[in-house]
T-cell receptor, first 110, second 118 residues
Framework: QKEVEQNSGPLSVPEGAIASLNCTYSDRGSQSFFWYRQYSGKSPELIMFIYSNGDKEDGRFTAQLNKASQYVSLLIRDSQPSDSATYLCAVNTGGFKTIFGAGTRLFVKA | NAGVTQTPKFRILKIGQSMTLQCTQDMNHNYMYWYRQDPGMGLKLIYYSVGAGITDKGEVPNGYNVSRSTTEDFPLRLELAAPSQTSVYFC?????????????????FGPGTRLTVL
């Protein structure tokens, strides 16, 4: 059973702090990795994707991938209350096959 | 460019009734998907399609059927609704492998259909 594991949270951080969200996956053949944000009652929307080991930055967001440890993370710098949402980690194991984690709820306190 | 659209937004069914959830995308994506999301849970894949005329089962297909007669449309049929099918249903689409690096399986989601079976 191929799995994607996330801490369900909630993760609570003060405004302006760095929020760190983590994800592990079981399939070593996984090829691409995605972070989606889902506001309550809304559909998931893509924040970032990453393919290669290391860091990838986009504005306040940094995705980090370590394939040897089967670990992917998302850092949110200067967290804002508007970042409060559930963050879904998704792992593509080839072709159509993308597996979603259950998500981590993030609260940013003003 | 509307992206992925779904209808209806909300629906209440009685046990044993049937209905079709509609999904349309205007991005010329090859791949389309149906997921269900139960409260506090992740997305579970019901069915997917890699192109018109081609569909296959996902993780939780029982009680559902799909068809894909055009690139744009991917309806989900519920037959003999049961309370266990109470959920939020999301349709998604993606370019698939032909989209090139960076685009493969980046999924674009519709707004969802909230279904209650009583």
């Amino acid at each position: 059973q191929k799995e994607v594991e996330q801490n369900s949270g909630p993760l609570s951080v003060p405004e302006g702090a760095i929020a760190s969200l983590n994800c592990t996956y079981s399939d070593r053949g996984s090829q691409s990795f995605f972070w989606y944000r889902q506001y309550s009652g809304k559909s998931p929307e893509l924040i970032m994707f990453i393919y290669s080991n290391g860091d990838k930055e986009d504005g306040r967001f940094t995705a980090q991938l370590n394939k040897a440890s089967q670990y992917v993370s998302l850092l949110i710098r200067d967290s804002q209350p508007s970042d409060s949402a559930t963050y879904l980690c998704a792992v593509n194991t080839g072709g159509f096959k993308t597996i979603f984690g259950a998500g981590t709820r993030l609260f940013v306190k003003a | 460019n509307a992206g992925v659209t779904q209808t209806p937004k909300f629906r209440i069914l009685k046990i044993g009734q049937s209905m079709t959830l509609q999904c349309t995308q205007d991005m010329n994506h090859n791949y389309m998907y149906w997921y269900r999301q139960d409260p506090g849970m992740g997305l579970k894949l019901i069915y997917y399609s890699v192109g018109a005329g081609i569909t296959d089962k996902g993780e939780v297909p029982n009680g559902y059927n799909v068809s894909r007669s055009t690139t744009e449309d991917f309806p989900l049929r519920l037959e003999l609704a049961a309370p266990s099918q109470t959920s939020v249903y999301f349709c998604a689409s993606s370019y698939g492998p032909s989209g090139g690096a960076g685009l493969t399986d980046t999924q674009y989601f519709g707004p969802g259909t909230r279904l209650t079976v009583l």
